[in-house]
């Protein structure tokens, strides 16, 4: 069994900064892709940041330039970085995985997500 374990989130003001987490755990084999995704209220969840085991990253257009992914490896864990905060970044955030738990066989999973609120 595999577990997604956020944390980070919290209540900052525009222009501050907070830093999640999210921890893997469980039978992992190998760990291919992470990202951060999030959900605003009354929206459908979207793609924040990617990273490759090789350390390539994506970004949606608008956290360029203020939002930045990285993972460590060593210990199943991805981050993200976020700076310059706007209201507009209020939403729940989800980390995910896709993990090699069966040989040869990647799999998605999900953390329960971590609530970030930026006040104006």
């Known amino acids: 069994q595999v577990q997604l374990v956020e944390s980070g989130g919290g209540l900052v003001q525009a222009g501050g900064s907070l830093r999640l987490s999210c921890a893997a755990s469980?039978?992992?084999?190998?760990?291919?892709?992470m990202g951060w995704y999030r959900q605003a209220p009354g929206k459908q969840r979207e793609l924040v940041a990617g990273?490759?085991?090789?350390?390539?990253?994506n970004y949606a257009d608008s956290v360029k330039g203020r939002l930045t992914i990285s993972r460590d490896n060593a210990k199943n864990t991805v981050y993200l970085q976020m700076n310059s905060l706007k209201p507009e970044d209020t939403a729940v955030y989800y980390c995910?995985?896709?993990?090699?738990?069966?040989?040869?066989?990647?799999?998605?999973?999900w953390g329960q997500g971590t609530q970030v609120t930026v006040s104006s």
């Open positions: 990273i490759t085991n090789g350390g390539s990253t």
């Open positions: 995910a995985a896709d993990i090699e738990v069966v040989p040869g066989i990647l799999s998605d999973y």
């Open positions: 469980g039978s992992i084999l190998s760990i291919n892709a």
